[in-house]
């Protein structure tokens, strides 16, 4: 089926010589979309970073997802992954392994804020400022959410608790959120066009 990729984002991913230019979408491409999305929630799910830092999650759900983008690059690739990830993030709560409400939602929107924030760039500048915007944006309703349901949930009797929280919170959860999605993008992308010297 046709499907339009995005060349900017193509020409500086780091796998740019075996991303297809064709408007056909390969069943590898798909393949990697569907399998990042769970490794995100695989991820999330089972691995423990050791990390004490409220919004650290977030790196769990747009580092592989940013690899996905970097191997194909194709609009809507975002929905695809995220899509993946929380039917994945479903059937691991059901199997009975723990997912917080903060990385579930991230976990849900990071991928469609990847479509978002790449529909528009052109260069490798915009492209790294958008995978960071993608983050911020991410943890930032994360934050909203886990805050909500600390609020008026089970912690609603301790407001100690929720205002040490939300003390720390209100900064970690913004800045994970930048230096995740930069992070990937350093990783996954050039900062200059794979045609252009460096």
Request: overall charge positive; hydrophobic content about 50%.
């Amino acid at each position: 089926m046709a499907w339009p990729q995005y060349d900017g984002i193509r020409q500086r991913s780091r796998f740019s010589s075996i991303t297809s230019t064709r408007e056909q979408l390969l069943p590898l491409e798909l393949t990697t979309l569907l399998l990042a999305g769970f490794l995100a929630a695989a991820v999330t799910a089972f691995a423990d970073l050791g990390l004490k830092i409220p919004g650290h999650s977030i790196i769990r759900a747009i580092f592989p997802m940013a690899f996905g983008l970097a191997v194909a690059p194709r609009r809507g690739a975002g929905c695809v992954m995220g899509g993946s990830a929380m039917i994945s993030a479903m059937m691991f709560r059901w199997g009975g392994h723990s997912i917080g409400y903060g990385a579930m939602t991230s976990l849900f929107v990071t991928g469609p804020m990847l479509d978002v924030a790449v529909h528009w760039m052109k260069s490798g500048r915009r492209l790294y400022f958008g995978l960071a915007l993608a983050g911020l944006t991410s943890n930032m309703i994360a934050f909203l959410i886990r805050g909500g349901i600390k609020y008026f949930g089970a912690d609603h009797a301790h407001g100690l608790l929720l205002a040490s929280w939300k003390l720390k919170a209100v900064f970690t959860y913004p800045v994970c959120g930048l230096v995740a999605g930069l992070f990937s993008a350093w990783v996954w992308f050039r900062f200059r066009d794979s045609n252009e010297n460096d």
